[in-house]
């Protein structure tokens, strides 16, 4: 989590190596401020070109109805580093284009409304 901004990160210091063709990262669990997240990326870039990214966020992360939540409210970021530092051109959530993300920080962002 940033300090200042209250955005949680996902892969911020993930070496570029770890994502080469054909390499998959899981990280299952993993404790957070706001609950447990789990993650996996997986390299094709042999055959797509893409890194394909699965974020489960915890479920108490939408609102209660009141308004309480538990999410960061700076949002969540996930930074994918492709290895060959080529820029990220377009990005799906959900089967749906998603313009929320930054090349030049190799990062997708969602907004902390957008995480309920």
Known sequence: EH?????????RALPRVWLS?????RVSGAATAYGRISFEVASDLSMSGALHA???LP???ASDGAGARRAPT???RLRLRHP????IQ???VGGAPWTAFDPAAETVDFAAAELA
Not at 4 to 10: G, K, M, N, V
Not at 84 to 87: N, Q, V
Request: hydrophobic share 40%; net charge negative; proline share 3%.
């Open 54 to 56: 699965n974020v489960t």
């Open 90 to 92: 377009h990005v799906t």
């Open 74 to 76: 700076g949002g969540l």
């Open 21 to 25: 063709d054909g390499e998959r990262l």
């Open 59 to 61: 479920l108490d992360w």
């Open 3 to 11: 300090p200042l901004s209250h955005t949680l990160w996902l892969g």
């Open 84 to 87: 060959a530092k080529t820029a």
